[in-house]
């Protein structure tokens, strides 16, 4: 019993009365974390992704991340994917919940897909992620916007045709 109380004791003063407050008291091991970030690394050790939220509860290997200001309207969860060019895609929403061990997250909430390069946006409600897969799917009201299509699809040259018996004619299939 004493041996008990001495532990006890070291974890009182090896942590700060912040961390325990955080902690689950019914001994659940319920975690609360704020400005939480997850990487999610490559076979070559590289990050190919990172999920960040401004509040994380974690309870075994599920963390449900979320905003803690509902005032603001900046997204508390974060999911950035990197490709191998350096480019960005960014999936921002209020809430999500991921499960460490599948590597999966579902959210009910909206959800805006974008590049930071532009040109492009995806919006609905809810989605489910599996970021070592590099997918993403919106579960309803999907709408795409495009600013430019140039930005996106490289110009095409012009096609010429031509038919038996006709005179050429120019086609032009960049607009």
Do not use: H
């Amino acid at each position: 019993m004493r041996t008990g109380a001495s532990i006890l004791a070291v974890l009182f003063l090896v942590l700060s009365p912040a961390s325990l407050a955080q902690m689950d008291p019914g001994g659940l091991g319920r975690v609360s974390i704020t400005n939480y970030v997850l990487p999610g690394y490559g076979p070559d050790g590289a990050v190919q992704w990172l999920l960040s939220g401004r509040r994380a509860e974690i309870v075994g290997n599920t963390v449900a991340l979320d905003d803690d200001n509902v005032a603001d309207t900046n997204p508390g969860v974060r999911l950035v994917y990197f490709d191998a060019g350096g480019r960005k895609i960014i999936v921002e929403s209020q809430s999500c919940e991921f499960n460490r061990l599948t590597k999966m997250g579902i959210s009910r909430t909206p959800v805006k897909v974008y590049s930071p390069e532009g040109g492009w946006e995806v919006t609905g409600v809810g989605y489910e992620f599996w970021p070592d897969q590099r997918r993403l799917r919106i579960l309803s009201r999907v709408k795409m916007s495009f600013q430019d299509l140039r930005q996106i699809i490289p110009a095409k040259k012009p096609k010429f045709d031509e038919a038996p018996g006709e005179t050429t004619k120019r086609t032009d299939v960049s607009e």
